[in-house]
């Protein structure tokens, strides 16, 4: 059993940056971010191996948002930047333990209680 817990969510204005951190209470082979609004799906963010050799990133995000790893911490990190008003979301951790990433659901085992991003216009 993984445990994921969020930080760092806020609220912005458009064109801030803000950065998530996710610590896991044990070993990960991938670690990703979703975000949810409410009545809708949850959609995949970023992942990363925590090995470090591949990230993946929605394409509404490249560019803006970047996924990290200190293994040292056991932590993930959200940097986003050039934040926008459709950025608002619930963001939440994700962790899975096989040696497969990507950004789908399916890769995730674990979920953290998510922490809330609002962007304000």
């Known amino acids: 059993q993984v445990q994921l817990v969020e930080s760092g969510g806020a609220s912005v204005q458009a064109g801030g940056s803000l950065r998530l951190a996710c610590v896991a209470s044990?070993?990960?082979?991938?670690m990703g971010w979703f975000r949810q609004a409410p009545g809708s799906e949850r959609e995949a963010v970023a992942s990363?191996?925590?090995?470090?050799?591949?990230?993946y990133y929605h394409n509404s995000v490249k560019g803006r948002f970047t996924i990290s790893q200190d293994n040292d911490k056991n932590t993930v990190y959200l940097e986003m930047n050039s934040l926008k008003p459709e950025d608002t979301d619930m963001y939440y951790c994700?962790?899975?333990?096989?040696?497969?990433?990507?950004?789908?659901?399916?890769?995730?085992?674990?979920w953290g209680q998510g922490t809330q991003v609002t962007v304000s216009s």
């Open positions: 994700a962790a899975g333990v096989r040696n497969i990433c990507g950004l789908g659901r399916a890769y995730f085992r674990y």
């Open positions: 044990g070993s990960t082979a991938c």
């Open positions: 990363i191996y925590t090995d470090g050799r591949s990230k």
